[in-house]
């Protein structure tokens, strides 16, 4: 029986997408080759390359406006000094929101100065800082779009006058927004697009090309886009599966058409952790995030009862990141409306128990 899967990452992708993918492990369209046996420079792969940066940038609205799409390697964790060798040269702003961001203010730490300019930190990251000031004369300023950990999530992002870097990981193509607003975009494939292996970087074309650093090339933002995201051997089978993903997406209406399962299912999560006396929410309300909803049990004695009842419901993936502890149920893009209604059952039949 499949399991619901409610995993943080790497995480739930559409049925019709890994059966789709299995296929093409075996013969990829009727070439009487496997898709990870071909040359990456193949036209039949090449057509898979270009159809995935242009899904992208379509889904976003983001065509004809300057931006190109990449698929690159080393996960958006790469992405974090990647950011900082293409565009810093004085000094950035960063926005900590939680652990990815403090990750990213690290290594970007290495190259030149950072700074915070604001910090939920002090309540163990369970809200996002909001009044804060961005100084104009910084080379950009940095976000993380959803705190996949702790639960929370930017509803309303800053007015920017410089770039805007944000780090989606956790929640891209899940919501309608003005993503003209953003300069640079960057995700890891395996929360809310595809396999591990991949990052999807979304860049604004006029932004690079400032610094005066040589920049590696490997790690050189404008060789990939002369490359067509193909500098080398491409992860070929996490950009093919990501591009089936962005096709099940465009046929469940894109992101607007995703965002209103995405909002379904945030309110039937949350109202049971709001309703059910056993239960408390981590993050601040106005904050919640709609793809990872953290929660808690109030008397711990009821932890045994409440982990075999999710087992036996076929629940999977729910417990919490080790450095908050209790649950999270991560509500991507591919997860059935059906699965939140299962675990929210679980939770009222511990109700009726307890
Ligand atoms: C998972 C995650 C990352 C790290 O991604 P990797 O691909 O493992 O490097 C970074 N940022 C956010 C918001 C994440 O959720």
Same mark, same amino acid.
């Not at 090449?46 to 698929?71: H, T």
């Given at each position: 029986?499949?399991?619901?899967?409610?995993?943080?990452?790497?995480s739930?992708?559409? %049925?019709?997408?890994?059966?789709?993918?299995?296929?093409?492990?075996?013969?990829?369209?009727n070439?009487?080759?496997?898709?990870?046996?071909?040359?990456h420079?193949?036209?039949?792969f090449?057509?898979v390359?270009?159809?995935?940066?242009?899904?992208v940038?379509?889904?976003?609205?983001?065509?004809?406006?300057? !931006?190109?799409?990449?698929?690159?390697q080393?996960?958006a964790s790469? %992405?974090?000094?990647?950011?900082?060798?293409?565009l810093?040269?004085?000094?950035?702003?960063?926005?900590?929101t939680?652990a990815?961001?403090?990750?990213?203010?690290?290594?970007?730490?290495?190259?030149?100065?950072i !700074?915070? +300019?604001?910090?939920?930190?002090? &309540?163990?990251?369970? !809200?996002?800082p909001?009044g804060?000031?961005?100084?104009?004369?910084?080379?950009?300023?940095?976000?993380?779009?959803n705190?996949?950990?702790f639960?929370?999530?930017?509803?309303?992002?800053?007015?920017?006058?410089?770039?805007?870097?944000?780090?989606?990981?956790?929640?891209?193509?899940?919501?309608k927004?003005d993503?003209? %607003?953003f300069?640079?975009?960057?995700?890891?494939? %395996?929360?809310?697009?595809?396999?591990?292996?991949?990052?999807?970087?979304?860049?604004k074309e006029?932004i690079?090309?400032?610094?005066?650093?040589d920049i590696?090339?490997i790690?050189?933002?404008?060789?990939?886009i002369?490359?067509?995201?193909?500098?080398?051997?491409?992860?070929v089978?996490?950009? !093919?599966?990501?591009?089936l993903?962005?096709?099940?997406?465009?046929?469940m209406?894109?992101?607007?058409?995703?965002?209103?399962?995405?909002?379904?299912?945030?309110?039937?999560m949350?109202?049971?952790?709001?309703l059910n006396?056993?239960?408390?929410?981590? &993050?601040?309300?106005e904050?919640r995030?709609?793809?990872n909803?953290?929660?808690?049990?109030?008397?711990?004695n009821?932890?045994?009862?409440?982990?075999?009842?999710?087992?036996? &419901?076929?629940?999977?993936?729910?417990?919490?990141?080790?450095? +908050?502890?209790?649950?999270?149920?991560?509500?991507?893009?591919?997860?059935?409306?059906?699965?939140v209604?299962?675990?929210?059952?679980?939770m009222?039949e511990?109700e009726?128990?307890?």
């Amino acid at each position: 029986m499949k399991k619901h899967n409610f995993s943080a990452g790497p995480s739930i992708l559409p %049925q019709e997408v890994l059966l789709k993918a299995s296929e093409a492990i075996m013969d990829f369209d009727n070439s009487g080759l496997s898709l990870i046996e071909i040359s990456h420079r193949s036209k039949q792969f090449v057509d898979v390359m270009e159809n995935a940066r242009a899904l992208v940038l379509e889904l976003m609205g983001l065509e004809g406006k300057g !931006y190109k799409a990449l698929f690159l390697q080393g996960g958006a964790s790469t %992405q974090f000094l990647m950011v900082a060798l293409n565009l810093l040269e004085k000094r950035a702003g960063y926005l900590n929101t939680g652990a990815w961001s403090q990750k990213a203010i690290k290594e970007a730490k290495k190259l030149d100065d950072i !700074y915070e +300019v604001a910090s939920s930190e002090n &309540a163990n990251f369970n !809200y996002i800082p909001k009044g804060y000031d961005i100084p104009l004369d910084y080379d950009y300023f940095h976000c993380t779009s959803n705190n996949t950990i702790f639960g929370t999530q930017i509803k309303d992002f800053p007015k920017c006058e410089i770039p805007m870097v944000c780090d989606m990981s956790s929640d891209i193509f899940s919501r309608k927004l003005d993503f003209t %607003q953003f300069d640079l975009i960057y995700a890891g494939a %395996q929360k809310n697009m595809g396999p591990a292996g991949t990052t999807l970087v979304v860049v604004k074309e006029d932004i690079l090309g400032k610094v005066s650093r040589d920049i590696p090339s490997i790690m050189d933002y404008k060789i990939h886009i002369k490359q067509g995201s193909m500098f080398n051997t491409p992860p070929v089978f996490a950009v !093919y599966t990501s591009m089936l993903t962005l096709e099940w997406l465009k046929r469940m209406g894109g992101i607007a058409g995703i965002e209103v399962e995405n909002e379904k299912k945030a309110r039937i999560m949350y109202s049971e952790i709001d309703l059910n006396p056993l239960f408390k929410g981590f &993050a601040a309300k106005e904050d919640r995030s709609h793809m990872n909803a953290t929660f808690n049990l109030i008397n711990d004695n009821l932890k045994d009862t409440f982990e075999t009842m999710l087992k036996e &419901a076929g629940i999977s993936g729910v417990n919490g990141h080790r450095s +908050v502890g209790g649950y999270r149920a991560s509500m991507y893009n591919a997860l059935p409306l059906d699965s939140v209604k299962v675990l929210v059952e679980v939770m009222s039949e511990l109700e009726s128990k307890a």
